[in-house]
C-alpha cells in the first residue's frame, strides 16, 4: 500500500460533480495547488470511453489463465502436428500439456514447438487481458497490469482536455502544465494499493473508471496522469516507476538542481509523485520514494510510445531554461 512519508502540504479536492449529457458526462474539478492557487477543470468524456473502453478488464486469475492458454495451445498444436503424437493435460499442482509418441524425434520436434507456442499463446492472452508479466528490483517475478497498454489505450478519450488545458493562461511551459496536471491528479482522493503482484489487479482503476470513481491507488493515478501526459505532449518520453508498495512516473525534462531524476537507457527523468495527498510539484518525490531511488530499490519500464499528432493542436509550449 502507499504508505509514504509526508509532511508536505496536503491535497485538497474543493469540488468535484458530474452531470450526464447526451453520449457523455460532464466533470467539474475544483482543487488548491502546490501554491495553494485555486484551480479547476471542466471537461466532458464519452460514455463510450467511461463505460466500454475497458468493460471487460478483470482480476487476473491464473488457474482460469492457465486453462485458458492450454486449451489455445492444444487447439493450434492439434491442427499442426503428427497424427502419431498426442497430447494430454497433466494436472498435479499445475495443469501440464504433454507430448506422447513412439518415434523420439517426433516427440522431441513436437515439444519444441510446444514450448514456442505456448510462450506465444501466453503473451497474446496476457495483452489481450491487459496484463504482463513483470520481475521487481528484488528479482521477484509475477504477473501485473499492463499500465503502460491501458495508458496507451486512454490517451484517445482523454484527448478532449487537451485544448482545454493549453488554453489555461497560466500555463506557459512544459513544467506549468505537468505541475498542473500533478495537482490535478494528486488532489483526487487515493485508495489503498494491493500488493502489485498477488493483488491480480484488484483494486486498479483505468484512467476514466478512476475519474468516474474520482478515487485510484498509486498505480492507477501513474496510469492516468501518464495517459494525461501523453495527449498533451505525445512526442515526451517518460517512464513508470515502481518501488515497494508504490509507483510514480519520470519525464524526459532537464532537473534543476535538488530535484530528483534518474539515468534510464541514456535517457535522464525528471521524477514526479501523482499519488497525493502530498502536493509535491515535479523533481520533487516523499521521502520515502527518493530514499528507494537513491538506494536502486526500484523498477523501470518506458512509456515512450509516440501517437498520432492532430496538428491543429499541436503543443506550443517551450522547454524551461
Not at 261 to 290: H, K, M, R
Request: hydrophobic fraction near 35%.
Amino acid at each position: 500500500m502507499c504508505n509514504l512519508f509526508i509532511t508536505n502540504t496536503q491535497s485538497q479536492q474543493l469540488s468535484y460533480t458530474k452531470a450526464e449529457n447526451q453520449q457523455s458526462y460532464q466533470f467539474n474539478y475544483q482543487w488548491l495547488d502546490h501554491k495553494n492557487i485555486k484551480q479547476h477543470l471542466d471537461f466532458s468524456l464519452t460514455k463510450e470511453g467511461l463505460f466500454e473502453r475497458f468493460r471487460d478488464f478483470k482480476s487476473y486469475h491464473s488457474n482460469y489463465a492457465q486453462k485458458t492458454i492450454l486449451r489455445r495451445v492444444k487447439q493450434q498444436m492439434q491442427q499442426s502436428i503428427n497424427p502419431a503424437i498426442q497430447l494430454s493435460y497433466q494436472q498435479h499442482n499445475q495443469l501440464v500439456l504433454q507430448v506422447r509418441g513412439q518415434d523420439e524425434k517426433k516427440v522431441a520436434s513436437a515439444y519444441n514447438k510446444l514450448i514456442t507456442l505456448e510462450k506465444e499463446v501466453t503473451e497474446k492472452y496476457l495483452q489481450e487481458t491487459y496484463y504482463q508479466e513483470f520481475t521487481n528490483h528484488q528479482q521477484v517475478s509475477g504477473i501485473k497490469v499492463d499500465h503502460v497498454s491501458i495508458a496507451n489505450d486512454s490517451v484517445d478519450d482523454l484527448k478532449p482536455l487537451k485544448p482545454i488545458i493549453l488554453a489555461l493562461d497560466s500555463l506557459k511551459n512544459i513544467r506549468e502544465v505537468t505541475n498542473f496536471v500533478l495537482g490535478f491528479v494528486q488532489s483526487i482522493p487515493y485508495s489503498k494499493l494491493e500488493s502489485r503482484l498477488t493483488s491480480s489487479g484488484a483494486g486498479f482503476n483505468p484512467p476514466l473508471k478512476l475519474l468516474w470513481e474520482n478515487q485510484g491507488d498509486c498505480d492507477s493515478k501513474m496510469t492516468l496522469t501518464a495517459a494525461l501526459l501523453r495527449a498533451l505532449m505525445p512526442r515526451i518520453k517518460m517512464v513508470f516507476i515502481y518501488i515497494e508498495g508504490h509507483a510514480f512516473i519520470g519525464i524526459n525534462i532537464k532537473a534543476n538542481p535538488d530535484e530528483v531524476s534518474i539515468s534510464y537507457d541514456n535517457i535522464s527523468y525528471l521524477l514526479a509523485e501523482p499519488t497525493g495527498p502530498a502536493l509535491l510539484p515535479l523533481g520533487v518525490l516523499s521521502q520515502e520514494s527518493e530514499l528507494a531511488i537513491r538506494q536502486g530499490h526500484y523498477s523501470v519500464q518506458k512509456f515512450h510510445e509516440v501517437l498520432s499528432i492532430d496538428n491543429k493542436n499541436k503543443l506550443q509550449l517551450e522547454q524551461p531554461m
